[in-house]
C-alpha cells in the first residue's frame, strides 16, 4: 500500500520529464526502483547527458550488491535464471521483508520471496502508470521535480546519520558536488564528488578506527524515536 502514493508521485514526475506512458511502464519495470526513477526524472529534466545519468544510477544502485549478497546465503542450489529474475525483481522493501522472513522463518521458501518481488513490483508498475496518466491530464511544474529529489536525498542522508564522522563527510561531499559542477560545468560533477566524498569517509573511519578508537566522531548518535536496543536497554 505504501507504493501506491509514492509510485503516483514518481510517474506525474516521469510524464513532466517527458516520459509517455510506455516509456513510464518500461523504466518502471526495467529499473525499479524509486531513487533512481526519482533521479533519472530530475536529470533529464535539467538536459544532463546520458553517461551522468547511467553513473549517477550506477553509484546510487551499488548498495544492492551488499543487499544482495545477504540474501545469495537463502538461494543456494538455485538456477543460475532464477537467481538473474530473483536480482532484477529485488529493491529496498522487498528485500528487507524477504530478509526477515528467511532469517525468522524456515519453512519461507525462494519461490514465495520471488513472489513477494514480483507484487511488489506489480504494484509500483500500476502506480507509476496511473500517475503517468495523471500527469498527462494536467500540468506539472517541474520545479517539483528538483524539489521531491532533493527531499528523498535529504531523507536518505537523515536515516544514515549514525555518527560525527557522517555528518562531517556529508557536510564536505556538499562543498566538493558545488565544487565540481562549478568545475566541470556539468552533473558529471556529481559523480566525480560521490567518489572522492566516499573514499575519503572510507580512509578517514579506517584511519580513525585503527588509531583513535575512541574517538567521539564514531560515537553512535542515539536515534530520538527509539530503537529496539533502545527499548531493551
Not at 507504493?3 to 523504466?27: D, E, H, K, Q, R
Not at 528487507?96 to 513477494?116: G, I
Amino acid at each position: 500500500m505504501s507504493y501506491i502514493p509514492i509510485g503516483l508521485a514518481c510517474g506525474i514526475l516521469l510524464n513532466a520529464s517527458g516520459f509517455n506512458v510506455w516509456t513510464t511502464l518500461m523504466v518502471s519495470v526495467m529499473v525499479f526502483s524509486g531513487g533512481a526513477q526519482f533521479l533519472i526524472a530530475s536529470l533529464l529534466a535539467t538536459s544532463a547527458p546520458m553517461y551522468s545519468v547511467i553513473l549517477m544510477m550506477f553509484f546510487l544502485e551499488l548498495r544492492y550488491a551488499l543487499l544482495g549478497s545477504s540474501l545469495s546465503k537463502y538461494l543456494h542450489g538455485q538456477s543460475l535464471g532464477f537467481t538473474a529474475l530473483f536480482a532484477a525483481s529485488m529493491n529496498d522493501e522487498n528485500y528487507a521483508l524477504n530478509y526477515l522472513k528467511f532469517s525468522t522463518d524456515k519453512k519461507f521458501t525462494p519461490r514465495e520471496a520471488l513472489h513477494v518481488e514480483h507484487m511488489t513490483l506489480v504494484f509500483w508498475t500500476i502506480s507509476n502508470l496511473i500517475g503517468s496518466l495523471i500527469g498527462s491530464a494536467i500540468h506539472i511544474d517541474l520545479t517539483i521535480v528538483h524539489f521531491a529529489l532533493t527531499a528523498l536525498f535529504l531523507y536518505m542522508i537523515v536515516v544514515q546519520l549514525k555518527n560525527g564522522l557522517i555528518i562531517l563527510i556529508c557536510i564536505l561531499s556538499g562543498f566538493l558536488a558545488a565544487y565540481f559542477m562549478v568545475l566541470t560545468k556539468s552533473t558529471l560533477g556529481l559523480v566525480i564528488s560521490t567518489l572522492v566524498a566516499s573514499f575519503i569517509g572510507f580512509m578517514a573511519e579506517a584511519s580513525i578506527r585503527k588509531y583513535f578508537p575512541n574517538s567521539g566522531l564514531l560515537r553512535h548518535i542515539k536515534n530520538p524515536a527509539g530503537s529496539p536496543e533502545d527499548v531493551d536497554e
